[in-house]
Nanobody, 128 residues
Framework: QLQLVESGGGLVQPGGSLRLSCAASGATLEHYAIGWFRQAPGKEREGVSCVSMSDGSTDYADSVKGRFTISRDNAKNTVYLQINNLKPEDTAVYYC?????????????????????WGQGTQVTVSS
C-alpha cells in the first residue's frame, strides 16, 4: 500500500521560500503521477502542480506558474515542490497525491478525485 508523507511546511514571511517534500513508501513511484494540491480554510482543494514520475513531464496551475517548481527524485522516491516569492494567499494545507499513471492525464491532472493516495498534508502559513 502506497503511503505519502509531506513535510517542509511552516511559517514564512511574504517573499520567502519553502521546499515541500512528499516522501513515498510501500511502493516505488515509477509508474505514478504525483500531484500537489492545497486547501485554504473555507475553500475547495485546488491542484497547483503535477509530475509524471515516468517521463518527468510537469504542469502547473496558472496561479502559481513562475513561482512553483515541482521536481522528482526517483532514487529517493520523493517529489518536491519549491515555492518562491510566497504570498499570503498561498497560505493553505498542502497535500501530495498519487495515482497510477505513466503519463500526465491533462484533462484530470488537477482533479482531486482522480488521485487514489493522499498524504496527511503540511501547513504553509505566509504572514508578516
Amino acid at each position: 500500500q502506497l503511503q505519502l508523507v509531506e513535510s517542509g511546511g511552516g511559517l514564512v514571511q511574504p517573499g520567502g521560500s519553502l521546499r515541500l517534500s512528499c516522501a513515498a513508501s510501500g511502493a516505488t513511484l515509477e509508474h505514478y503521477a504525483i500531484g500537489w494540491f492545497r486547501q485554504a480554510p473555507g475553500k475547495e482543494r485546488e491542484g497547483v502542480s503535477c509530475v509524471s514520475m515516468s517521463d518527468g513531464s510537469t504542469d502547473y496551475a496558472d496561479s502559481v506558474k513562475g513561482r512553483f517548481t515541482i521536481s522528482r527524485d526517483n532514487a529517493k522516491n520523493t517529489v518536491y515542490l519549491q515555492i518562491n516569492n510566497l504570498k499570503p494567499e498561498d497560505t493553505a494545507v498542502y497535500y501530495c497525491a498519487a495515482k497510477i499513471s505513466i503519463r500526465l492525464d491533462y484533462a484530470r491532472r488537477f482533479t482531486p478525485g482522480a488521485y487514489d493516495y493522499w498524504g496527511q498534508g503540511t501547513q504553509v502559513t505566509v504572514s508578516s
